[in-house]
């Protein structure tokens, strides 16, 4: 890749990074037609490409330090201003862009590798420390990307440009539920990753579990639980979910406790602590559960309880959003 938007690692045909030890690597692909639909602004496709990214740092515990980004493009695809966005959502998380790939393509596929780091003092974050009788914790809510995706099915688009906070909605939609159909939208397109709670939950000693939820909330606390060799409970009125949630799912006729469940790509961190501690308020997490001996994942909604099936948002099998 040879850019003007990038930094002084750009030039050669690879980078020398400096030696820092173990390293937190992840990769992960904006694809058209897969995880956006076509002709979306491409400043926010870069930003979306590395939120998604920086949300599995999040999850490590770690700081986000390198970039490679490997770009295939239709004709007439604006380049400059994919790739100036996306230098500058690197700069504002402190990540070097070190290299990558120009490519044609019939269609826009953006992947990005990501490289972290950490001090010695912070412990790395793992799914497999969960232990029973610790707390379940989510980072935020969960279901509203969800909403935002099936509104873009519905023909929600947002602006390009000096427009791109304008978000034109279905017209079917009730104007009092403007604000946060238009919020939803955001949130699916925007994902904000929690990479200062990773860092808050590495800096103490303790034995816990963490990972990001984007496949929802019941198919990763599975991941999670198997790879800890435990099990949860969910309590359903302990569920964190946004303004207006449950009048868009009605509106949507979708069940709200499913999607929230299961609808994914909320890029929030999933995480356990000991029952004695609870992060800061100014994180605004919620805690939703516990981590229990049997294994399995146990739904508690108006005193009944059932198992909950590892189901998810899944790309190899669900349709992509409406063109």
């Known amino acids: 890749?040879?850019?003007?938007?990038?930094?002084?690692?750009?030039?050669?045909?690879?980078?020398?990074l400096?030696?820092?030890?173990?390293?937190?690597?992840?990769?992960?692909?904006?694809?058209?037609g897969v995880h956006f639909v076509p002709d979306l602004d491409?400043?926010?496709?870069?930003?979306?490409?590395?939120?998604?990214?920086?949300?599995?740092?999040?999850?490590?515990?770690?700081?986000?330090a390198w970039a490679f980004l490997a770009l295939s493009a239709p004709a007439g695809f604006d380049h400059d201003r994919f790739?100036?966005?996306?230098?500058?959502?690197?700069?504002?998380?402190?990540?070097?862009?070190a290299g990558g790939d120009l490519a044609r393509c019939d269609r826009l596929v953006a992947t990005?590798?990501?490289?972290?780091?950490?001090?010695?003092?912070?412990?790395w974050l793992r799914r497999d420390g969960a232990r029973p009788g610790q707390a379940l914790w989510l980072g935020g809510t969960v279901g509203e990307s969800a909403v935002g995706r099936l509104l873009i099915a519905r023909g929600a688009r947002p602006g390009r440009g000096a427009s791109a906070r304008l978000v034109r909605l279905p017209a079917d939609l009730p104007p009092s539920l403007s604000k946060a159909a238009r919020c939803a939208v955001r949130r699916h397109l925007s994902p904000v990753p929690q990479i200062e709670l990773g860092r808050w939950l590495g800096s103490h000693d303790m034995a816990m579990a963490a990972m990001d939820?984007?496949?929802?909330?019941?198919?990763?606390?599975?991941?999670?639980?198997?790879?800890?060799?435990?099990?949860?409970?969910i309590l359903a009125e302990s569920l964190p979910l946004s303004y207006r949630y449950f009048d868009l799912c009605k509106v949507l006729r979708v069940d709200p406790f499913e999607l929230a469940l299961t609808g994914g790509e909320d890029y929030v961190l999933m995480f356990t602590l000991p029952e004695d501690v609870k992060p800061?308020?100014?994180?605004?997490?919620?805690?939703?559960?516990?981590?229990?001996?049997?294994?399995?994942?146990?739904w508690v909604e108006d005193g009944r309880r059932r198992k909950l099936a590892a189901s998810g948002w899944d790309h190899l099998v669900d349709l992509p959003p409406a063109t």
């Open 1 to 16: 890749m040879s850019t003007s938007q990038g930094s002084s690692l750009i030039g050669d045909d690879a980078a020398i």
């Open 42 to 64: 491409p400043a926010l496709v870069a930003r979306r490409l590395l939120a998604v990214n920086l949300s599995d740092l999040a999850a490590m515990g770690a700081d986000p």
């Open 280 to 298: 800061p308020d100014s994180f605004g997490c919620r805690r939703i559960g516990s981590i229990r001996k049997r294994s399995g994942v146990t």
């Open 18 to 32: 400096p030696a820092a030890g173990p390293l937190a690597v992840t990769v992960d692909s904006q694809i058209e």
């Open 213 to 233: 939820v984007s496949d929802g909330v019941a198919r990763d606390l599975h991941r999670l639980c198997r790879e800890s060799g435990a099990g949860a409970e």
């Open 112 to 123: 990005a590798t990501l490289i972290g780091t950490k001090p010695d003092e912070r412990q």
């Open 83 to 97: 790739l100036r966005a996306f230098s500058e959502a690197c700069r504002a998380h402190g990540v070097t862009l």
